[in-house]
């Protein structure tokens, strides 16, 4: 068994709700105060979106996970929402969401938060509608592999990407990190648009029974990468766990957020 093998088999243990209950819920996820992670997360997305430029037909999320936070603020300026991730409970997790079926995850504090950012007296459950319906396709990926998506979807065949702690989790050492940044960016059309957040320095995390390593790294290594994968970087923030936020789930020292735009390749 490789490395990547090895990643894939821990990955058996993941419970996608103590996950969510890990991070996505306060202090993590304390709206009441905009020094929480999450608040600088949103925050991040919606500013970012609200420039204008992201935009375009299909956005791709790669590594969603149980999660939807990330595409809050960036869905509404495409027709089309493909989320994705390499386990099946994560996949099913999502579906039974988008289908509004009980006993899932409740992400309406999200919605009210994102529509309070964005100040256009929308009603959280009219934006809540709205994504459900904008997500068409929950399917499976793995970042080590050139066609992430299988051979359905060429390369640049997307216009928009977004990941969300995916690659540093999954990836067993930084050449494994830097080629599946490559496999992932081989996915955006030129000039496509690319949002990015991750954990820094972060070494394991638990989901569950599940302690999964992670590589860590750094924002200079984060930098770097992105420019061998011919991504210009039009912001890069980051965020310094407080002591509230450490809650011994993992040991995440920050978090950063990218926009990055895919290079033209003329
Ligand atoms: N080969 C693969 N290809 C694609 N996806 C794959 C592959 N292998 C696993 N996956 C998929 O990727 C995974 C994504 S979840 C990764 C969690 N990352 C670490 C965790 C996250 C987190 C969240 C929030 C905060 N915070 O402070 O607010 C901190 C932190 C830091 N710890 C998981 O869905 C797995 O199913």
Known sequence: ????????????????????????????????????????????????CAKGEIKGHTVLDIGS????????????????????????????????????????????PYFKHVCKLEGKGESWQNKEKHFRERVTRVIPSDIHQPCPLGKEFASGSV????????LEACSPDLEAFQKALENIV???????????????????????????????????????ALGKAKCVIREFRTYSMTPAMKVGVDDVSGIFFVWAQKRDNK
């Open 159 to 166: 216009d928009c990407l977004v990941s969300s702690f995916c």
């Open 186 to 224: 081989g996915l955006l059309n030129p000039l496509g648009h690319f949002l990015w957040i991750g954990a820094l320095e972060e070494s394991y995390y638990l989901a569950g029974e599940a302690k999964l390593t992670v590589v860590p790294v750094t924002e200079e290594m984060v930098k770097a």
């Open 1 to 48: 068994m490789n490395s990547v093998q090895a990643v894939a088999k821990s990955y058996q243990l993941f419970n996608p709700k103590a996950y969510l209950q890990n991070n996505y819920v306060p202090p993590r996820a304390d709206f009441s105060s905009e020094q929480s992670v999450m608040c600088w997360k949103l925050r991040c997305l919606h500013e970012a």
């Open 65 to 108: 996970g149980p999660t939807i936070y990330q595409l809050l603020s960036v869905f509404e300026n495409f027709d089309e929402v493909i989320m994705t991730d390499f386990l099946e409970v994560n996949r099913e997790e999502l579906r039974k969401w988008l289908k509004n079926e009980p006993d899932t995850f409740d992400w309406s």
